[in-house]
T-cell receptor, first 112, second 113 residues
């Protein structure tokens, strides 16, 4: 069964610290993996996309990695800011259809 | 630059009532989607559309209906509301098929009592 699992479920860190969020998937065939940020009361917004051939991609203070062999991705946030408080959702797309498989998200809280 | 606009933002329904959630996008996207998001769960696809006049069921379509008469609008109809339909509903659109970036509305928080 196609699944996307994210860990941890929630995370609290102090402002300025780094953190890493994990995403494991069992989706096959694989097309791409996207990380979304969802602020409270808002819809998700895309942060970055990882395709099969990409290992690492940075977007400002966000760095995503993908290991297609182990079917794992991570999102590393550097020098966290209060505005990083949000849910971060991993979504995997299968080549075979329009279906997107959504993870449940990691709720990140940044404390001053 | 509105993007995807959903209305209403909040709604309380009684069991058995019906309502329509409105969704409009101004990006000329062919693909539109309706999702529901339950606490602690990933988004579940209810219905999607690949263009005006074409709709198809997603993962959890029971209790819902959609129509797509124009490229811009994709309303979601709830008939005979049930407590299990209490959720946050998101409309989204994308330029191409499901693996391209989706742009989301702000969501509709629906409570059925």
């Amino acid at each position: 069964k196609n699944q996307v699992e994210q860990s941890p479920q929630s995370l609290i860190i102090l402002e300025g610290k780094n953190c890493t969020l994990q995403c494991n998937y069992t989706v096959s065939p694989f097309s791409n993996l996207r990380w979304y940020k969802q602020d409270t009361g808002r819809g998700p917004v895309s942060l970055t996309i990882m395709t099969f051939s990409e290992n690492t991609k940075s977007n400002g203070r966000y760095t995503a990695t993908l290991d297609a062999d182990t079917k794992q991705s991570s999102l590393h946030i550097t020098a966290s800011q209060l505005s990083d408080s949000a849910s971060y959702i991993c979504v995997v797309s299968s080549d075979s259809n329009y279906q997107l498989i959504w993870g449940a998200g990691t709720k990140l809280i940044i404390k001053p | 630059n509105a993007g995807v606009t959903q209305t209403p933002k909040f709604r309380i329904l009684k069991i058995g009532q019906s309502m329509t959630l409105q969704c409009a996008q101004d990006m000329n996207h062919n693909y539109m989607y309706w999702y529901r998001q339950d606490p602690g769960m990933g988004l579940k696809l209810i219905y999607y559309s690949v263009g005006a006049g074409i709709t198809d069921k997603g993962e959890v379509p029971n209790g819902y209906n959609v129509s797509r008469s124009t490229t811009e609008d994709f309303p979601l109809r709830l008939e005979l509301a049930a407590p299990s339909q209490t959720s946050v509903y998101f409309c989204a659109s994308s330029y191409s098929k499901g693996d391209t970036e989706a742009f989301f509305g702000q969501g509709t928080r629906l409570t059925v009592v």
